[in-house]
């Protein structure tokens, strides 16, 4: 179809012209990408979504159309009819699809002009990232922002071509529905015709999925918004986006060779990458004894090693404490670390600082023995069990943490990341996926001194841990599994609870009584007495899977209206203040805020 602009009729994309389109009459619009004035002929690379193409105003075709050309800058937007012509000898400009030809150009309209750019609309700027999301209208005309942005539809078309033709139902779920915290705050939306009663925007389509599991659907999916209201780490967002499933009568093994699927089919038409499958399979206990995370990238080395045994009767105090008090010691080996200097030490011992570590003692192992300042606190026999444990050799230095499991595993787990980095161990290139299975079904919250579901309430546990759900909640496994794809979790699920009887005993052990558990949860609960099948599935992050596809540090740079790190919209000014006409309707007041 051919848009029209007066009687400027669109014929051609201007990043489709190629040298097949030589001698052709064409008419094209688009934005002024650059302009160049050589010698009285103008040369304009004139661009849209598709690319860009050389157009050229000659006084040998049209003196005052070339003047008009002199005055126009960038970003104004053009429409012109002209004929495609083969570049001269020498002049061809092989960096773009189209530079091989140019359009004279014949006849010229002005469609809109430009104020002056806050900064230049190309893909290599120094600019901060406030003020391209101020600007986001100019930011998303960059080569590098449309074609992510494009890249990201094409990821949703394929995602919904390989669940059309696995027998999935596309059902979109509420976005107006019941508070039900649990984790992050719920985004509260206060409804006119109730005075004081409110809707919450969903953290996920957790509760209506299951629903439709028990309506009979068998098979869901959806790409759907969540919302959380959370503090904000450096890559979250408030409002993302998730490509989400359910499946009934399945169990582990049906969902997690589904979604490879999914996987493998993306990976190969969007970048043309073998996914191999079925994808390696690690324990929850596995992956933080080895790496102190339950996401670890396996693409390098430098695992953790467990110490708290010979900890325990060494007489180095620190350790021993913590071993005899239930905490954990362990240890890395950064091999060839030893030219490490006191102040790159100090610097590390900062880092692991940042995730609670109290310390971080090292031992080098020079040729000429070992350099540290707690070597004399091991016994002979106890240091060469160490090195040995630790694979230690000449040029190695070792790092230790001692303190509780959380705090030890996550200092040490973010310290391999970083000498990951430093010592270039990292193959970017590699694409290594894998599954971790057989979470905990509960982790125990201090400051509230009770249990809370590591995933949510809803998670299964394994068949053979239900009689310890009221003895020992702490050593029942879950039926849950995550997908990590270089040390980012990219999507997790699990098997859901679809009897009533034990979806009671897991709100018990959590704390939550019969009468709460109605409040919240009721029209779920009053589902699963009505024949509700086995069922489970599983969610991705589409906006982080977008970014790591693309190589994309932010998943801001894949979305086309994100929030900052501090949940703002620069762009509109969101969240603002509304009138109070609006808050009165609502039965709404608000406290003014106290003068700093």
């Given at each position: 179809?051919?848009?029209?602009?007066?009687?400027?009729?669109?014929t051609?994309?201007?990043?489709?012209l190629?040298?097949?389109?030589?001698?052709?009459d064409?008419?094209?619009?688009?934005?002024?990408?650059?302009?160049?004035?050589?010698?009285?002929?103008?040369?304009?690379?004139?661009?849209?979504?598709?690319?860009?193409?050389?157009?050229?105003?000659?006084?040998?075709?049209?003196?005052?159309l070339?003047?008009?050309?002199?005055?126009?800058?960038?970003?104004?937007?053009?429409?012109?009819?002209?004929?495609?012509?083969?570049?001269?000898?020498?002049?061809?400009?092989?960096?773009?699809?189209?530079?091989?030809?140019?359009?004279?150009?014949?006849k010229?309209?002005?469609?809109?002009?430009?104020?002056?750019?806050?900064?230049?609309?190309?893909d290599?700027?120094?600019?901060?990232?406030?003020?391209r999301l101020?600007y986001?209208f100019?930011?998303?005309?960059?080569?590098?922002m449309?074609?992510n942005?494009?890249?990201?539809h094409?990821?949703?078309?394929?995602?919904?071509?390989?669940?059309?033709?696995?027998?999935?139902?596309?059902?979109?779920?509420?976005?107006?529905?019941?508070?039900?915290?649990?984790?992050?705050?719920?985004?509260?939306v206060?409804?006119?015709i109730?005075?004081?009663?409110?809707?919450?925007?969903?953290?996920?389509p957790?509760?209506?999925?299951?629903i439709l599991?028990?309506?009979?659907f068998?098979?869901?999916?959806?790409?759907?918004?969540?919302?959380r209201?959370e503090?904000?780490?450096?890559?979250r967002?408030?409002?993302?986006?998730?490509?989400?499933?359910?499946?009934?009568?399945?169990?582990?093994?049906?969902?997690?060779?589904?979604?490879?699927?999914?996987?493998?089919t993306v990976y190969?038409?969007?970048?043309?990458?073998?996914?191999?499958?079925?994808?390696?399979?690690?324990?929850?206990?596995?992956?933080?004894?080895?790496?102190?995370t339950?996401?670890?990238d396996?693409?390098?080395?430098?695992?953790?090693?467990?110490i708290t045994?010979?900890?325990?009767s060494?007489?180095?105090?620190?350790?021993?404490?913590?071993?005899?008090?239930?905490?954990?010691?362990?240890?890395?080996?950064?091999?060839?670390?030893a030219?490490?200097s006191?102040?790159e030490?100090?610097?590390?011992?900062?880092?692991?600082?940042?995730?609670?570590?109290?310390?971080?003692?090292?031992?080098?192992?020079?040729?000429d023995?070992?350099?540290?300042?707690?070597?004399?606190?091991?016994s002979?026999?106890?240091?060469?069990e160490?090195?040995k444990?630790?694979?230690?050799e000449?040029?190695?230095?070792?790092?230790?943490?001692?303190?509780?499991?959380?705090?030890?595993?996550?200092?040490?787990?973010?310290?391999r990341?970083?000498?990951?980095?430093?010592a270039?161990l990292?193959?970017?290139?590699?694409?290594?996926?894998?599954?971790i299975?057989?979470?905990?079904m509960?982790?125990w919250?201090?400051?509230?001194?009770?249990w809370?579901a590591?995933?949510?309430?809803?998670?299964?546990?394994?068949?053979?841990d239900?009689?310890?759900?009221?003895?020992?909640?702490?050593?029942?496994?879950?039926?849950a599994?995550?997908?990590?794809?270089?040390?980012?979790?990219?999507?997790?699920?699990?098997?859901?609870?679809h009897?009533?009887?034990?979806?009671?005993?897991v709100?018990?052990?959590?704390?939550?009584?019969?009468?709460e558990?109605?409040?919240?949860?009721g029209?779920?609960?009053?589902?699963?007495?009505?024949?509700?099948?086995?069922?489970?599935?599983?969610?991705?992050g589409?906006?982080?899977l977008c970014?790591?596809?693309?190589?994309?540090?932010?998943?801001?740079?894949?979305?086309?209206?994100?929030?900052?790190?501090?949940?703002q919209?620069?762009?509109?000014g969101?969240?603002?203040?509304?009138?109070?006409?609006?808050?009165?309707?609502?039965k709404?007041?608000?406290?003014?805020?106290?003068?700093e």
């Amino acid at each position: 179809m051919l848009d029209h602009f007066g009687n400027f009729e669109r014929t051609h994309y201007c990043g489709e012209l190629r040298k097949e389109n030589i001698g052709e009459d064409v008419c094209l619009t688009g934005w002024v990408d650059s302009t160049r004035d050589h010698g009285g002929v103008v040369f304009i690379d004139l661009r849209d979504r598709t690319g860009k193409v050389q157009i050229v105003f000659s006084p040998e075709i049209d003196e005052e159309l070339t003047e008009r050309a002199k005055k126009i800058k960038d970003e104004y937007v053009l429409a012109v009819k002209g004929k495609v012509r083969k570049r001269p000898e020498g002049t061809e400009n092989p960096k773009i699809s189209t530079g091989e030809v140019e359009v004279y150009v014949e006849k010229l309209k002005i469609l809109n002009r430009s104020r002056p750019l806050p900064f230049p609309v190309e893909d290599e700027i120094k600019v901060g990232e406030d003020t391209r999301l101020k600007y986001r209208f100019l930011d998303l005309r960059r080569k590098k922002m449309q074609e992510n942005i494009i890249f990201r539809h094409r990821l949703y078309q394929t995602v919904r071509k390989v669940f059309n033709e696995e027998g999935f139902i596309e059902i979109e779920t509420p976005f107006l529905t019941k508070s039900t915290p649990e984790g992050a705050r719920d985004f509260l939306v206060p409804s006119r015709i109730y005075p004081g009663k409110f809707y919450a925007l969903p953290q996920s389509p957790q509760l209506f999925k299951q629903i439709l599991m028990i309506s009979g659907f068998d098979k869901y999916f959806q790409i759907v918004k969540c919302f959380r209201d959370e503090d904000l780490r450096a890559d979250r967002q408030p409002e993302f986006t998730q490509i989400d499933f359910e499946m009934s009568f399945v169990r582990e093994k049906d969902v997690m060779k589904f979604a490879e699927k999914l996987i493998k089919t993306v990976y190969k038409e969007l970048l043309d990458i073998e996914i191999e499958t079925p994808l390696s399979v690690m324990s929850y206990d596995e992956a933080m004894e080895r790496f102190g995370t339950d996401r670890p990238d396996t693409r390098f080395g430098l695992e953790l090693k467990n110490i708290t045994d010979i900890a325990k009767s060494c007489n180095f105090k620190v350790f021993r404490m913590v071993a005899e008090n239930g905490g954990i010691v362990k240890a890395l080996n950064f091999k060839g670390g030893a030219s490490l200097s006191r102040k790159e030490i100090d610097d590390l011992t900062k880092f692991v600082g940042i995730y609670g570590a109290k310390g971080l003692a090292w031992i080098k192992v020079q040729p000429d023995g070992l350099q540290s300042p707690i070597v004399k606190f091991f016994s002979e026999g106890e240091m060469n069990e160490i090195l040995k444990r630790l694979e230690a050799e000449p040029g190695d230095i070792l790092f230790f943490v001692a303190d509780s499991y959380e705090v030890t595993n996550h200092a040490l787990s973010n310290l391999r990341l970083k000498l990951g980095k430093i010592a270039n161990l990292i193959d970017e290139s590699k694409i290594n996926l894998l599954w971790i299975t057989d979470f905990p079904m509960f982790e125990w919250n201090e400051e509230e001194n009770r249990w809370e579901a590591l995933h949510h309430p809803f998670t299964s546990p394994k068949e053979e841990d239900i009689e310890k759900l009221e003895t020992n909640p702490g050593s029942v496994k879950a039926r849950a599994y995550d997908m990590v794809l270089n040390g980012v979790e990219i999507g997790g699920g699990s098997i859901r609870i679809h009897r009533p009887d034990i979806q009671e005993k897991v709100f018990k052990v959590i704390g939550l009584s019969k009468e709460e558990a109605t409040d919240r949860f009721g029209f779920l609960l009053e589902a699963l007495n009505y024949g509700a099948p086995p069922h489970g599935g599983m969610a991705f992050g589409l906006d982080r899977l977008c970014a790591l596809m693309r190589n994309e540090e932010s998943i801001r740079d894949v979305i086309a209206f994100p929030k900052t790190q501090r949940g703002q919209c620069l762009l509109t000014g969101a969240p603002d203040s509304v009138r109070p006409q609006q808050l009165a309707e609502l039965k709404i007041s608000v406290e003014a805020e106290e003068e700093e």
